[in-house]
């Protein structure tokens, strides 16, 4: 898969709201999506791109 320019505005709401739970009411979508899509990203760049945490 690779990403578009959608989910780089996902992980910027993401980022920006400081958890998926939050990013993803931002961005419209259910969080099992948005969670799945900020993997993707990740795989698709090879990096991590967040650290995943119960606090957010």
């Given at each position: 898969m690779r990403f578009d320019l959608s989910d780089l505005r996902l992980f910027v709401c993401v980022v920006d709201a400081g958890s998926i739970a939050?990013?993803?009411r931002q961005a419209n979508l259910a969080l099992?999506?948005?969670s799945e899509r900020i993997s993707n990203i990740g795989s698709d760049a090879g990096?991590?791109?967040l650290e995943r945490s119960r606090r957010g």
């Open positions: 939050a990013g993803d099992a999506s948005a990096v991590v791109l």
